[in-house]
């Protein structure tokens, strides 16, 4: 069972994701090239707004996760700092391929995505092992510890009363890759595509200046002297959630029992995801151009066939002139009907939310609340 998410948003002159130029990221598509956003630039916004709408232990994706979160909350439990630090540095050694920094401060040599029940449970850990007695005592136990459960490294997450959310609400949803063989890797239930524009790319150099307000009268020029290019856009945003996988990541079952499963959860994340999708902008240059923008179509599918996503609907970029984001719609529901027709029903059910015309045969027109309520009934029952 499979979630499709597409979607039509229309951004004013904003530089929305950048490269590493400072130029707006751009990809060549169809017969011209297009303005692009990137899926780690929207799945990082949107995973910031749903560790505010979604109740789910979160994830912590950092270099510093130990000197910073783990290493404070075993020297507050009672732990010399001390022994908390070499425990943490023989935890790391043991868990993290490639270790720390040589500087002392316990950062990984890399960004790792953990889990707030994996900070509860390291630091439960290895203040367990520090009430062996001195620090060969207390080393001594962690590594035994380590050695005698480290292939049952999730059980002993479950067990010790940290659920299933081992790499948090982040690592079930778009994954973690760790070479570890002590920490789970979790594979991403959530796919997302990079959005790119349905038109072709158009973009101006913006040329700003800075006045010095205490310049003298006779001081003229500007003190400073810059640029930053600049694109408007309607861009087209495609995200397929694998169901079965998502219900596994978030509550430990076997992916073909996912059916059996209580959806609570699910349609919590599902639901807080399509509201991101439609409301969240990347956050990029916000004070000099204020790039927020709701989606003005959306169209939700589930069903069980293999996801295909409609970006072949704007392989001829469309021409911009008139109501582009009508044209967009438009033509994005004959192709639709296009791939319908070739290969039969290509979903089972459809929902659409658009203040713009859409064929009612295509899919109904909702409100969003009213059309992510059917959809998600549709996926795992009224």
Known sequence: MFLQIHSLTSYHATLLNRDDAGLAKRIPFGDKPRLRISSQCLKRHWRENLQDTVKLPQGIRSRQFFGRIVLPELIQAGVAETLARVLAKALIDAVIDGGVEDDGSLALKQPVLFGRPEADFFVGLLTECATAGDEKAALDTLKQKLKTDKKNFKAMLKQAGHGDLYAGLEGAMFGRFVTSDILARSDAAVHVAHAFTVHGLDTEVDYFTVVDDLNLDDETGAAHAGDMELGAGLYYGYVAV????????????????????????????????IEAIATVSPGAKLGATAPYAYSDFLLLEAGAKQPRCLAN?????????????????????????????????????????????????????????????????????A
């Open 242 to 273: 694998d169901i079965p996988l998502l219900i596994s990541n978030l509550t430990g079952c076997d992916a073909k029992d996912w059916a059996k499963q209580d959806s609570a959860d699910a349609r919590q994340v599902l639901a807080g995801l």
């Open 313 to 381: 609907a704007y392989l001829k970029a469309l021409p911009a002139k008139g109501d582009v984001m009508q044209s967009a719609v438009d033509a994005m529901g004959c192709y639709l009907a296009d791939v319908d027709a070739m290969y039969g029903a290509t979903a089972g059910h459809r929902a659409a939310a658009t203040r713009k015309q859409w064929p009612e045969n295509a899919a109904p027109r909702l409100p969003l609340d009213q059309a992510v309520k059917q959809i998600l009934d549709a996926v795992f029952g």
